[in-house]
């Protein structure tokens, strides 16, 4: 899972900065933004909004491993600029 949200931080389509804003409820079985695989209604989905980058839906796992990726190596690294 890690190399997905890599790779997605990598070429930015997901964002490489701290979130504005979190919202927590249970999936509906929409993909998450950050693994792919579908946030069913036994999970926990975070609704991310960002400055100028669209939200996105992720599972609690997904949101902690981009957080830890963007916090670690910081924006311009965790988007492949370092």
């Known amino acids: 899972m890690n ?7 990598a070429a930015g389509s997901l964002p490489d900065r ?3 804003k979190y919202w927590a409820g249970f999936g509906v079985g929409q993909p998450c933004d950050g693994c792919d695989e579908p946030i069913l209604d036994t999970q926990v989905e975070y ?4 400055d100028a980058f ?3 839906r992720v599972h609690a796992v997904c949101a902690e491993i981009s957080s830890g990726l963007v916090a670690h190596a910081g924006p311009a690294a965790a988007a492949g600029g370092a």
């Open 3 to 9: 190399n997905i949200i890599e790779r997605k931080l």
């Open 18 to 20: 701290p979130p504005a």
């Open 47 to 50: 609704e991310v909004a960002f």
């Open 54 to 56: 669209p939200t996105v």
